[in-house]
């Protein structure tokens, strides 16, 4: 996950969506602890300001993540989580929680 060098994943986005939908707190303390030292691994900056929006990714980015959510993602989820996801209502809830964390 958020990765510079490798494409942005409909995954990544699915899969923090599908737990803000059934109330895991992102913003906890230690669940921060651990997205932050996630990013020093994958040698991108800690700094969540720059992950605030679109998790720091460009419109650009997004918007051909979203020519392949089909391929990438559909064959992986059941009728239902198809239906369940909306990657623009999947941003929105994500660039929500981002916006409410303190860095």
């Known amino acids: 996950m ?3 060098n490798r494409p942005l994943a409909p995954r990544d986005f699915y899969d923090i969506d599908f737990a ?8 906890d303390k230690s669940v921060i602890q651990l997205f932050q030292k996630k990013l020093q691994e994958n040698k991108a900056s800690s700094d969540l300001s720059k992950y605030k929006r679109n998790l720091g990714r460009s419109d650009s ?3 051909d993540m979203k020519t392949r959510i089909e391929t ?3 064959d992986v989820l059941t009728p239902e989580e198809r239906k369940n996801f909306d ?3 999947a941003l929105s ?3 929500q929680t981002m916006y409410s964390i303190d860095n």
């Open 2 to 4: 958020l990765h510079k």
């Open 20 to 27: 803000l939908r059934n109330n895991f707190n992102l913003s």
């Open 61 to 63: 980015e997004v918007m």
């Open 72 to 74: 990438e993602l559909f």
């Open 87 to 89: 990657l623009d209502k």
């Open 93 to 95: 809830r994500i660039n």
